[in-house]
């Protein structure tokens, strides 16, 4: 009896986090395109409504399994959209301009976060989300570094926040700067966080601009792979070091530790599609749905978490993430110049 009590609460949470993904898509699809993305809307909405879904069901069972299973499924079906042929398309200049951002982001994100005196999860958390990917690259970092709602939800805040602004004006200074479609699309693919908003702000554009920011934008997905592998050991370490205080001499380096299962099948269904064993119709499939999951996932989070203790974090990791965001928009840019490719 008891069993099926906990699996009816289980099927509540994960009821209410569907209605609220399929709520947050059809209001971003009456808003202006790429202005807000679902899984932030999401996510937004589930801290509006945390009071009360707290109050209304007996346990957070169904929302705890959609946050924290359902959100890793969604990173592993994501890999169906990605090819590694797509390295290849862009070229050399996407992925020297990628190697300088990515340094901007985790270096500077990290001296900052130091100078802030911030948590330094909640410090790398905007720096990956800023360097590689938004939302996907915090939700593919978040449990592994074992973050805290709080800073999943601050984070992806900050980006979003960010995206706003870049999706305005991003256009303005490509015109102004008279920047070609492939030097605006290598800017905005590089530079900007969210697809979503890479998407809005370069085919404004021009629809040149747009095909290739695209294919930047999901080659920069990629990242989440090495990425995600250095945060396993960074983890691993520290989390080693906590023990070793503790007087725990059992604390040992465990590979499998290093390699989440959910990384290491997001890899395997980028091969299955690099070489053709996912199709283009399917891959597109699966990249929806994974969307989709995303968003559970993400309203999830928002759900379980109390808006209250974000807000107790201050302004200064949100300084942090306007300052990361603004150094790597700069040096995507003086890249190009320098490659004379803008």
């Known amino acids: 009896m008891r069993k099926n009590s906990t699996v009816i609460n289980a099927l509540y949470g994960i009821v209410v986090t569907l209605i609220l993904a399929v709520v947050s898509i059809m209001i971003t699809n009456v808003l202006p395109n790429g202005y807000i993305g679902a899984s932030v809307m999401a996510m937004l909405i589930g801290m509006v409504l945390h009071p009360l879904v707290k109050k209304l069901l007996p346990s957070f069972t169904g929302i705890d399994l959609v946050a924290k299973r359902l959100l890793k499924v969604s990173i592993v079906l994501m890999g169906a959209s990605l090819s590694l042929t797509q390295v290849v398309e862009v070229g050399k200049f996407s992925l020297i301009v990628m190697v300088f951002t990515l340094a901007t982001a985790f270096i500077f994100g990290n001296l ?8 330094w999860k909640l410090s790398n958390l905007i720096s990956v989300g800023t360097g590689v990917c938004g939302g996907s690259a915090i939700a593919a970092v978040s449990p592994i570094i074992k973050a805290k709602d709080e800073d999943i939800a601050y984070a992806l805040s900050t980006t979003f926040i960010f995206d706003i602004l870049m999706v305005i004006l991003f ?24 697809t979503s908003s890479v998407v809005a702000a370069s085919y404004a554009f021009s629809e040149a601009a747009g095909n290739y920011a695209v294919i930047v934008k999901l080659t920069r997905t990629l990242a989440i792979v090495p990425i995600v592998f250095i945060y396993s050991i960074v983890n691993q370490r520290i989390e080693q070091k906590t023990h070793y205080g503790d007087g725990n001499s059992n604390a040992t380096f465990k590979l499998t530790r290093v390699i989440p299962w959910f990384i290491l099948f997001f890899l395997i269904m980028v091969i299955l599609r690099s070489v053709g064993v996912i199709s283009a119709e ?21 759900l379980r978490t109390n808006f209250k203790s974000v807000a107790q974090s201050g302004i200064l990791p949100m300084v942090h993430g306007f300052i990361i965001s603004m150094l790597v928009v700069i040096v995507s840019f003086v890249i190009q110049m320098m490659l004379g490719q803008v």
């Open 282 to 302: 399917f891959g597109s499939t699966l990249s929806s749905i994974s969307k989709f999951f995303m968003v559970m996932s993400l309203g999830a989070i928002g």
């Open 112 to 119: 900052i976060g130091k100078w802030f005196n911030m948590d």
């Open 171 to 194: 256009p303005i200074a490509g015109q102004f700067f008279g920047m070609t479609d492939l030097g605006f699309g290598l800017w905005a693919g590089t530079a900007i966080n969210d």
